[in-house]
């Protein structure tokens, strides 16, 4: 069973930066397309960056080209999210998710099979 867990979260002032880590254990990473999520209360899930399996491809939200890097590190099995010029509409809580069975990622959360618990990211001053 493949699990994530999502960390590096909290409370930071506009145009600062935090990295995110997901921890993927159970599997061996490089088999998993990974997709980054954000999702605010009451409000859907949507895909902000993902990863593909194959060629390592990325693919970003238009939102936030230019201000999110995604990477992995496939000996470590982490996944990691960089996040810089924050801006106080990327509050959310971001999860991490896997699926094996894509190649190309896609940020649909549907095409997802696993899920981290989240972690919450606050941007104010």
């Known amino acids: 069973q493949v699990q994530l867990v999502e960390s590096g979260g909290g409370l930071v002032r506009p145009g600062g930066s935090l990295r995110l880590s997901c921890a993927v254990s159970g599997s061996t990473l490089d088999r998993y397309a990974i997709g980054w999520f954000r999702q605010l209360p009451g409000k859907d899930r949507v895909g902000v960056s993902c990863l593909s399996s194959g060629d390592d491809s990325t693919y970003y939200a238009d939102s936030v080209k230019g201000r999110f890097t995604i990477s992995r590190d496939n000996v470590k099995n982490l996944v990691y999210l960089q996040i810089d010029s924050l801006k106080p509409e990327d509050t959310a809580v971001y999860y991490c998710?896997?699926?094996?069975?894509?190649?190309?990622?896609?940020?649909?959360?549907?095409?997802?099979?696993?899920w981290g618990q989240g972690t919450w990211v606050t941007v104010s001053s």
């Open positions: 998710a896997a699926d094996e069975r894509l190649r190309t990622c896609t940020l649909k959360p549907l095409e997802y099979r696993y």
